[in-house]
């Protein structure tokens, strides 16, 4: 492995490991005041008045009536405000803040706020939105987007088939649970607002903030602290807090905290997409499928949000790492009164890996065939297009992946034990195989990031990076260091690189999509041999802009071509233990390959390996989170249960040799890839151990019951 | 209202305050001590665990009543100690930090983990720290460090504690 893989110490450690890292509820400013946020209790309801009792001298109230700008969240479509007016769609919906000093008092006066409603008939699932013929929550339509796409012709190789096959999945939500809830800090001061706390994307609040104060973007600053994990939940939603409290900074005069308490922070916040998936496949007389029709409905919550990207990445992904030449896929993102589903790690790829790969199994089941070389035979290979017509011009390893996992794993020897009879526990083990596009969808990274770095070398040959990435604890005020020092070929310590701030960071873009290291990391690269032909000069600057590859293309109207710059591949095995008697099932073994290119520092990347399979593994069998009448039943972290060090044994896993020419040092994104097969790895392993198709997540001791009842 | 007089970090202090106040917001808020976090205040993530009278214990569900007459130890104090030292080479070996959030917590959990236990095997770590939530490394790396700890820090924790 190259030298960049080398594992060094994070330049974030020592902060973090002391306990002297300041997260944003450890901050306290001089004459600083507390927010707390009223938030809907309604599903959907008009507001018909809102009494405030009597507010002691230096508190406050803040809501829509003090937007001087738009209230409306800027992102894809402009439909959710910043704060309610007149309407609420979900519960949670915020309605405004009490604002003052004492922390007490500020929950004491919210609770004392009355509000009437009046109740509208709320729309709270996905089976409920499709029948939906009115009293639309979103224009006129029961969804906020419906997308379809095809590849060659169905119809054709419908004729040729000689079987269908055809399953129908359900994923349930997933909670990011970052352990430090959602934290903003505002500051207004010399008529500019400044916003500081734990976030991904420091220019999506920049914007929101624009957009809700109506003021130019100079009187506006945007300051990462240390944030204590994302996973997407700190992605789109913290623009909603931002704007909350920079409000009351400017009304008050007064910097203003908002931390949420994780009872809110859960229900309130965004989650994984619930999703219904119908798969349908045309096989011919060699048991080849040559035809495939995919069906997605995801419920999207109260409002738009990410939900038409997370759609579409979970379209793109949703025929898995195979090749099948004819496809029909279409989408709908349904408009429900549950909280809003959004960002979270992988993004639409675990819902469609879940799918693909039970249905990919399940076929195999019906034709007698090995599943294992019924998949191989259906690989991906260079030369080959993607779902959407887009050339894989890179090195597809799967046959190399697949050769590995089996390997480390003995998946296909085991998998052929008989399991054992009678008392005792039952084995099971799964396999899955995963890919995931790193980065914006198409030419998303050139056409709407517009990507750009700044590199300064400052006197005494140190480096300064420039770049909008935020450390999330995934590493990246390490990782984009190792890389500007290995190209100038300098100390890694000479290279300097602090939490983001829109003063001095040019926008590279948000920390999501797993394209930090493979865009902004090679961006940088450029950038840093750019200035080492300068290096003889003292003092300079230099700022790159990321440039769409010119051997890629994407048609972003009728989803044709590249759908992303480059993907990341990958093979989970899961091996569990189902106790016949309670249903319980224990993983005892994970093994993992993953083809990431070169890895930016080993360690790092095992970090995102073993805490990205853990998510994984608990999205499929612990993390139970449902909506009952739009409230969600689990509201903290008793309810909602999270793995702890004694639920999943250790990962063994390898990486694959396979350097990206386009990325740095052969890199490519890794972040998400490794969330995305533990599902189907898990419930491929419980359905053998049960016998019964695993057709829903997460799989609990409840649901394997319901499967053995049921007589398939 | 009361006064309470305990040991914090080798001091000994008197606070007046609520006699239910958690010991969380007495060393977050009153005291500045920052080191110790808030993951959820219901006594379900360990972000919080301080060590009481050399116990583990979520400062979240200990009410400042309790603090009469015994010791606490914080991220603050531990971070001065020689384990402290082994314990944070062996975090940093392993790449047991990734957001942080957890990391004062966790140290804790190992400090009173091999105070308890200075040879622990790998089930006794995890049983360990089972009280305290990660949710970016997956603890297998956690676990590690604290195994690489008890073997580099050897005869550190087997010493009579400083308690
Ligand atoms: S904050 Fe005390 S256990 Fe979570
Ligand atoms: S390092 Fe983020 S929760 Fe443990």
Redesign the pocket.
């Known amino acids: 492995m190259e030298g960049i893989s080398r594992p060094i110490k994070r330049f974030d450690f020592d902060d973090k490991m002391s306990g002297t890292a300041l997260y944003c509820a450890d901050v306290t400013l001089d004459g600083m005041l507390y927010a707390k946020t009223l938030r809907s209790v309604k599903a959907r309801a008009a507001i018909l008045s809102i009494t405030v009792p009597p507010l002691p001298e230096g508190y406050w109230i803040v809501d829509a009536n003090d937007i001087p700008g738009k209230n409306v969240v800027p992102i894809v479509s402009e439909d959710q405000p910043f704060f309610a007016k007149g309407a609420v769609k979900y519960i949670g919906e915020p309605i405004l803040l009490v604002v003052g000093p004492d922390k007490q008092t500020v929950v004491d006066l919210l609770e004392r706020i009355r509000v009437a409603y009046e109740e509208v008939r709320p729309v709270l699932s996905i089976a409920e939105a499709e029948q939906v013929r009115e009293n639309f929550i979103f224009g006129d339509t029961p969804y906020f987007f419906a997308y379809e796409y095809a590849k060659g012709d169905l119809s054709e190789a419908a004729g040729r088939a000689v079987r269908v096959f055809e399953d129908e999945f359900e994923t349930g939500y997933q909670e990011q649970a970052y352990l430090e809830t959602q934290g903003i800090i505002a500051v207004y001061e010399n008529g500019r607002v400044t916003v500081s706390g734990a976030m991904q994307c420091p220019y999506y609040i920049r914007d929101a903030l624009i957009q809700a104060l109506g003021w130019p973007e100079e009187r506006v600053r945007v300051v990462q602290l240390p944030t204590g994990g994302g996973f997407g939940g700190k992605e789109e939603y913290p623009s909603l807090p931002a704007v909350h409290a920079a409000l009351a900074a400017v009304k008050t005069g007064r910097p203003v905290q908002l931390v949420f308490d994780?009872q809110e922070d859960i229900l309130c916040t965004t989650k994984r997409h619930p999703a219904v998936i119908r798969l349908r496949s045309h096989v011919d007389g060699n048991n080849r499928i040559i035809g495939r029709e995919i069906d997605i409905a995801i419920d999207a919550g109260a409002y738009a949000g990410l939900s038409g990207v997370v759609l579409q990445r979970m379209m793109f992904a949703a025929n898995g790492v195979y090749d099948v030449p004819h496809l029909k896929v279409r989408g709908k993102a349904y408009a429900t009164n549950n909280v809003v589903s959004g960002a979270m790690r992988g993004f639409g790829g675990p819902q469609a890996a879940f799918a693909v790969e039970m249905h990919m199994e399940n076929i195999a089941r019906a034709l007698r065939l090995d599943s294992f070389a019924f998949r191989q035979r259906h690989f991906l290979h260079t030369g080959d297009t993607s779902s959407t017509g887009g050339l894989f011009l890179h090195d597809i390893k799967l046959d190399e992946i697949a050769a590995e996992i089996d390997r480390i794993s003995g998946y296909r020897n085991k998998r052929t034990v008989p399991r054992p009879k009678g008392k005792g526990k039952i084995r099971g083990i799964g396999c899955a195989f995963f890919f995931h596009g790193c980065g914006f969808t198409g030419s998303g990274e050139e056409s709407l990031i517009k990507t750009r770095v700044r590199l300064r070398k400052c006197p005494g040959n140190t480096v300064h990076i420039f770049v909008s990435n935020t450390e999330i604890g995934q590493g990246v005020l390490t990782t984009l260091r190792k890389i500007v020092a290995q190209a100038l070929d300098v100390p890694v310590e000479t290279v300097k690189q602090t939490y983001p701030d829109t003063d001095d960071c040019p926008n590279s873009g948000p920390t999501v999509a797993s394209r930090t290291i493979m865009i902004v990391g090679k961006v940088l690269l450029d950038a840093a041999l750019d200035m080492k032909k300068r290096w003889h000069e003292k003092e300079f600057e230099i700022v790159r802009a990321y440039e769409y590859p010119g051997n890629l293309r994407w048609d972003n109207a009728r989803f044709q071509g590249n759908a992303y710059p480059e993907y990341s591949w990958g093979a989970n095995v899961v091996e569990v233990d189902m106790d016949p008697a309670t249903c319980e099932v224990t993983v005892t073994g994970v093994w993992a390959v993953y083809d990431i290119g070169t890895p930016i520092d080993k360690t790092i990347v095992r970090g995102q390996i073993e805490g990205g399979i853990a998510q994984g593994l608990a999205y499929a069998c612990m993390e139970v989170l449902t909506s009952e009448n739009g409230m969600l039943r689990q509201t903290n972290?008793a309810d909602y249960t999270l793995p702890t060090s004694l639920d999943f044994p250790r990962i063994e896993y390898r990486l694959i040799e396979n350097p990206f020419s386009d990325g740095p040092f052969g890199a490519r994104g890794v972040g998400e890839l490794t969330l995305i097969g533990a599902a189907p790895a898990l419930a491929l392993a419980v359905q053998q151990a049960v016998g019964r198709g695993v057709t829903r997540l997460p799989v609990t001791p409840e649901s394997i019951l319901e499967m053995m009842d049921r007589d398939d | 209202m009361i006064d309470i007089t305990f040991g914090l970090n080798g001091e000994t202090i008197t606070i007046t305050t609520h006699p239910l106040r958690r010991l969380?917001d007495v060393l977050r808020d009153d005291l500045r001590l920052t080191g110790t976090?808030?993951?959820?205040?219901?006594?379900?993530?360990?972000?919080?665990?301080v060590l009481l009278d050399g116990r583990l214990v979520?400062?979240?569900?200990v009410p400042a009543i309790h603090l009469e007459g015994r010791s606490v130890m914080t991220i603050e104090g531990y971070r001065k100690t020689e384990r402290f030292s082994v314990l944070s080479e062996a975090f940093a070996r392993t790449g047991s930090v990734q957001c942080g959030f957890c990391t004062p917590?966790m140290v804790m959990a190992a400090e009173a983990l091999l105070r308890d236990n200075p040879h622990p095997t790998e089930e006794e770590v995890r049983e360990g720290l089972s009280?305290n939530?990660c949710r970016c490394t997956g603890y297998s790396m956690i676990v590690e460090a604290i195994l690489l700890a008890a073997r580099e820090g050897e005869g550190l924790w087997s010493m009579p504690s400083d308690r």
């Open positions: 994780r972290l | 969380l976090k808030e993951g959820c205040g219901e006594g379900e993530c360990g972000a919080c665990a979520n400062s979240c569900l917590g009280g939530l």
